[in-house]
């Protein structure tokens, strides 16, 4: 399946993975500083949250193709049992 998102909806994932982005450089500076292990992991947890969401949200814009698709006639020739493997596979790499 490709990638398709709206324009409002790639632009805030965008925008999440270059938080998280800038984040984990944070991060990458912090230890090379020495900063405090709270401060690091505080860090970290931000940017795996901003990692999350955009996961999420892309996740949540394939599970709207893929109800499209179902609807107007699989793509690919998928069936119904394959759609569902597929959508579990990629709920369960995020988890």
Do not use: P, Y
């Not at 795996?48 to 793509?75: H, M, P, Y």
Request: with cysteine.
């Amino acid at each position: 399946m490709e990638l398709e998102l709206e324009s409002g909806d790639l632009k805030s994932v965008l925008n999440r993975l270059r938080r998280a982005q800038g984040q984990i450089s944070g991060v990458i500076r912090m230890i090379e500083e020495g900063r405090d292990c709270a401060d690091v992991v505080t860090q970290l947890a931000a940017a795996s949250r901003a990692l999350d969401r955009a996961g999420f949200a892309i996740i949540a814009s394939g599970l709207q193709q893929c109800v499209t698709d179902a609807e107007t006639g699989r793509k690919n020739g998928e069936d119904a049992e394959q759609l569902r493997s597929r959508l579990e596979r990629l709920f369960l790499s995020l988890a």
